[in-house]
Structure formats: structure tokens, C-alpha cells
């Protein structure tokens, strides 16, 4: 079983960026696409960007151009790279499988606010 670890979050001004890690154990990270989704309160989680085990990437509409997602599968890691960021990008952080398929993590916190 694959557990996840993501961190990086903070409080950002708009149009300013951060960095999220989601750091994974197991063997069988490298096989799985992975995602970032996110989630504010009485919401439903929704997801932000995928990227396949060899490097393909989506992304929803409205984080084209200012979100970047990768990976280092030697570090099981996966990022995800916020630039441009905007108050509406307010939400807690969740990696996980492009399917879901693991324990969800903690999450981490992003607030855009002046």
C-alpha cells in the first residue's frame, strides 16, 4: 500500500507561488498516474492536474498556464508548482492516484489573501 505525505502549503499573496510535495512510500508509486486535487470546506474535492508514470499531464481549465505538475519517481515524489496564484486557488491540497486508489493524506493548506 502507497501512503502520502503532502506538504509545502502556506499563506501567499496573490500572484505569488508555492511549491507542493507530496512525498509517497512503497514500491508501486512509479506505477500509478498520480494527481493533485484540492478541497474547501462543504465542497467536493475536485483535481487539479494528473500526470502518468511516463510524464503526461492534464490539467483542469482553470489552472492551465499557472499550475505545473511533475514527478521524480527515484524520490516518490510528486510536486506541483502554483504560480499566479489567485484567491479562488484557496483550498486544502490532496495528491493521491488519478483514481483515488489510496489512503488520502492530511492535505495541505494553500490560502491566496491579502
Known amino acids: 500500500q502507497v501512503q502520502l505525505v503532502e506538504s509545502g502549503g502556506g499563506l501567499v499573496q496573490p500572484g505569488g507561488s508555492l511549491r507542493l510535495s507530496c512525498a509517497a512510500s512503497?514500491?508501486?508509486?512509479?506505477?500509478?498516474?498520480m494527481a493533485w486535487y484540492r478541497q474547501n470546506p462543504g465542497k467536493l474535492r475536485e483535481l487539479v492536474a494528473s500526470?502518468?508514470?511516463?510524464?503526461?499531464?492534464k490539467y483542469r481549465e482553470s489552472v492551465k498556464g499557472r499550475f505545473t505538475i511533475s514527478r521524480d519517481s527515484a524520490k516518490n515524489t510528486v510536486y506541483l508548482q502554483m504560480n499566479s496564484l489567485k484567491p479562488e486557488d484557496t483550498a486544502v491540497y490532496y495528491c493521491?492516484?488519478?483514481?483515488?486508489?489510496?489512503?488520502w493524506g492530511q492535505g495541505t493548506q494553500v490560502t491566496v489573501s491579502s
Open positions: 500526470i502518468t508514470s511516463s510524464g503526461s499531464s
Open positions: 493521491n492516484s488519478d483514481r483515488g486508489d489510496f489512503d
Open positions: 512503497g514500491r508501486l508509486f512509479r506505477l500509478y498516474a
